[in-house]
């Protein structure tokens, strides 16, 4: 266990005593279990090379937590060092016995207005229907509970993994044993949000990938990071700032898909990041004003050939050979054909923004 009581009945985490005090309080048997308030003694520390922590004599308590792994211990450590720097208002406590429901709480926290959380960090395999009644035990007593699994489950009980992303609609991997402490923040996606999302040049960097089939939920996202990346709102929701930006990303893609025409607004807020606003100004969005304006031109043009009956008027040979100048003379602002060809390669491919994504290529094709 991490907690143990001390002389004065003060609740003291090993990690947050000096090991010196704490090696003469066990010699003095002034360490009492926070359960069944029987003697501990301190063990582990840097020159045993395990997690520092108390003990009792062997089967001496029945709520003892003495067998769990280092990943664990380590896990609710930084859990309640993460939960403290986003709430220093709050009173936060390893370890929490709580008589209703009759539980001990890995992480536990007492908002000043009453709210109260339990983070659970689970490292070791839980039954579906253990999980279910711990987790109806908690909400029944009045406390949200955060389940983050420890990453040695992450691909393991995908019955238990499931039925926690369907009551939190997200799951959170720690790996509490690298500097820093790694996540993988996992949350489902629709088959349609999968498909936009499925090639790897759209997702925002390396650290995201689709992470396929999430039980029978559908596809899900994955992001990896770091645990000082991740906060909780005021709801106790998972919150990443680069899954805000995805989130946002697939939202706006899902409107541009409704879009009759491409629109300015649309393309500009997709691109801007991605393209910079000097390649929106001199090539995306004329090319936008140009195809508004006569989407049908190229495919009339035809290469030069017209439709069939239909000879290319002069007014339209004219008007082409305008946009081929205009090509060459984007070379000479720093954007030639090569450069134009990836820059049309960042539209999405979906709505009238495919079209407008042909039409840039088609012209290309003319120089």
Known sequence: ?????????????????????????????????????????????????????????????????????????????????????????????????????NR???????????????????????????????????????????????????????????????S????????????????WLRWPISRQQAHNWQDSDRLSSSQTSLAGWVGRLGYGMSLMGHLAEVYLDPQGHLHHPQREQITARTSLLHQMEQDALPTEEHLISYLQQSVGMEALRIVLLPLLKAYLLDPDLLRRYNYGRGQQGQPVSPADHQRIQKACRWLTTLALHGFPPSRIQLLLKELPFVGAYAALAGYGEMLLSLL
């Open 1 to 101: 266990m991490l907690v143990a009581y001390g002389p004065e009945g003060q609740p003291l985490i090993a990690e947050e005593v000096p090991l010196e005090q704490l090696q003469h309080w066990s010699r003095e048997r002034s360490l009492h279990c926070p359960n069944c308030r029987g003697i501990v003694h301190v063990r582990g520390g840097p020159e045993k090379r395990t997690q520092l922590h108390f003990a009792h004599q062997k089967g001496e308590c029945a709520w003892s937590t003495e067998s769990e792994s280092v990943r664990h211990a380590q896990g609710k450590l930084l859990l309640s060092h993460w939960l403290r720097d986003q709430f220093p208002q709050a009173r936060i406590t390893l370890e929490e016995r709580l008589p209703e429901p």
């Open 168 to 183: 939190a609609h997200e799951l959170l991997f720690l790996d509490p044993l690298v500097t820093p402490p790694r996540i």
């Open 104 to 166: 001990i709480a890995d992480v536990f926290v007492r908002h000043p207005d009453g709210r109260q959380w339990a983070v659970e960090f689970q490292c070791a395999p839980l039954d579906i229907e253990e999980w279910r009644h711990r987790h109806l035990a908690y909400r029944t007593a009045g406390i949200m509970d955060t389940w983050i699994i420890g990453n040695n489950r992450k691909e393991k009980q995908e019955a238990f993994l499931e039925a926690v992303l369907q």
